[in-house]
């Protein structure tokens, strides 16, 4: 099922991908380049199908009683060891090119900072963690793919043991290291704020909603002074904005606004989940999931893409049904997995957002949607989607 394309008018990049040459930063795979006139809008339309590298450089054990990380010491404290402590497998070359021939031209790569962090209060990422994610982030582009990094979890862990000065100040710092480490990579290489936390409060504080909303206004515009202030590339890259909660309806309202930016048409927004509430009733495949899907579209077109800031859908769902269980009602018109994945990405990609499809390695191979050990997308039903999609946005 297509449907109609309500999609602003996007400006098409000439500019073909580079995968090799030498950043500012030390690395082999990316040249560094800035492309002139480069918008949020033409880097939307170039991100294509995205995948997330999930349940990976996220991943931590929890201990809150370490107040700067948050986060338990793990084996040998090497980045494998935090790499794999939620099943993935290490994460290689061969696992990223099979990614690119699968059809995906931007990789999510969320990040736990936390990890490997010393419990002394000054947040200091840990050297060889910083050096792992860039080697992963050097994979993808090597295969000429955009890469999305942000704050992940680590952002929930703050705001939930720390006043808000001291989350703020937190975050200022983790994303000057970040942003002074990678400010020498190319505009393919791109800055989402936080993950799923924002609007996130401690326990037992009762903020109004005006107040709710006046923090996460704060710590995107934290992340943007604070990335834009580091130089170099930095002072143009495509940056993200996290959604309050991630949450469309939360995120289109009028009390959510988009940091001010020295840069000019460099912003996205994040969600997730287009059929969120739908897919938790268990729902999905009928009429009301087709309207409620619209008009969550509907709420983001009118409140972004209609004033020229793309929407970044950071998080979509892979798998409607598998053994374990079933989010598609019974009977629905539309009852198959795949044909239900293709009508999601369909109705993100006329609506002129960028999908990227959650997903995340167990040990079993079984509920994954790529599979990192055969480098391919294992149904080859999804694989025929992801392929029909992505060769209709490159044809736009």
């Not at 580079?18 to 339309?45: E, F, I, P, Y």
């Not at 952002?155 to 001291?166: A, P, T, V």
């Not at 049904?321 to 044909?339: Q, R």
């Amino acid at each position: 099922m297509k449907f109609r394309n309500m999609m602003i008018p996007i400006l098409m990049s000439s500019i073909l991908l580079s995968g090799c040459g030498n950043g500012g930063s030390g690395s082999q795979s990316d040249n560094g380049k800035m492309r002139k006139d480069l918008t949020a809008q033409t880097v939307a339309h170039e991100m294509g199908i995205g995948l997330n590298l999930g349940n990976t450089f996220e991943s931590f054990w929890q201990d809150t009683n370490n107040k700067t990380s948050g986060a338990s010491t793990i084996g040998d404290n090497t980045p494998s060891d935090y790499e794999t402590c939620w099943g993935a497998i290490v994460t290689t070359q061969e696992c990223i090119d099979g990614m690119k021939n699968a059809g995906f031209n931007t990789v999510r790569i969320p990040v736990y900072w936390g990890n490997m962090m010393a419990d002394d209060g000054t947040y200091t990422i840990n050297e060889d963690y910083m050096n792992r994610v860039q080697e992963v982030v050097d994979y993808c582009r090597n295969d000429g793919l955009y890469v999305v990094l942000n704050v992940h979890h680590y952002d929930e862990f703050l705001i939930k043991n720390h006043s808000k000065d001291e989350v703020l100040k937190a975050s200022a710092h983790v994303w000057e290291q970040i942003a002074e480490h990678f400010k020498g990579y190319s505009d393919y290489l791109v800055f989402e704020g936080y993950n799923e936390a924002l609007g996130t409060v401690p326990e037992g504080e009762n903020l109004s909603e005006d107040e709710i909303y006046s923090y996460v206004n704060d710590m995107n515009q934290v992340f943007v002074d604070t990335v834009r202030a580091s130089g170099g590339n930095n002072e143009n890259r495509i940056l993200i904005a996290s959604g309050y909660w991630t949450n469309i309806d939360n995120t289109t309202k009028d009390k959510f606004v988009m940091p001010t930016d020295t840069a000019q048409n460099k912003m996205m927004v994040s969600v997730h989940y287009i059929d969120n509430s739908i897919f938790w009733m268990n729902q999905i495949g009928n009429a009301r999931w087709l309207e409620y899907s619209t008009g969550q579209c509907d709420e983001l077109k009118d409140r972004f893409t209609a004033d020229g800031i793309p929407v970044f859908v950071g998080e979509c769902t892979a798998m409607y049904a598998n053994a374990k269980e079933s989010h598609i009602i019974k009977n629905a018109e539309h009852s198959d997995s795949s044909e239900c994945l293709q009508i999601i990405l369909d109705m993100a990609v006329d609506y002129g957002f960028v999908p990227v499809i959650w997903d995340t390695h167990d040990n079993s191979n079984t509920t994954n949607f790529y599979s990192r050990t055969e480098y391919k997308i294992r149904n080859d039903s999804d694989q025929a989607v992801v392929t029909e999609v992505a060769g209709r946005i490159a044809g736009k």
